[in-house]
């Protein structure tokens, strides 16, 4: 079998990949240097994804309010037949 980290997809003896390692910075001494490349990965990650969450997330707060609305609308719908029904028991009781 190859060495880890000579192209095999996975660690033999731990069976995580060799470039996907977490790292604890508060547990492990880090340079300064290591930790600047990782806030600079974790901002380029951010900023990659950050359109499509900002676009996912108006669509998600349209599609409530638009639910909010439409149920706000047949309550009131619905109240007013209410109003409209006493009228017609009323009449019907007086003829």
């Not at 390692?21 to 990659?48: F, N, V, Y």
């Not at 609305?69 to 037949?81: C, E, K, M, R």
Request: glycine share 8%; hydrophobic share 40%.
């Amino acid at each position: 079998m190859a060495a880890s980290g000579a192209g095999d997809p996975l660690d033999a003896k731990c069976g995580e990949a060799p470039f996907a390692q977490c790292i604890d910075p508060t547990g492990e001494k880090l340079t300064p240097e290591q930790l600047h490349s990782m806030r600079r990965a974790q901002l380029a990650q951010w900023q990659k994804v950050l359109p499509r969450r900002r676009t996912r997330n108006i669509v998600t707060s349209l599609g409530i309010g638009a639910l909010v609305l439409a149920l706000y609308g047949y309550t009131f719908y619905s109240i007013s037949h209410e109003r409209f029904l006493d009228e017609l028991e009323d009449e019907a009781k007086a003829a």
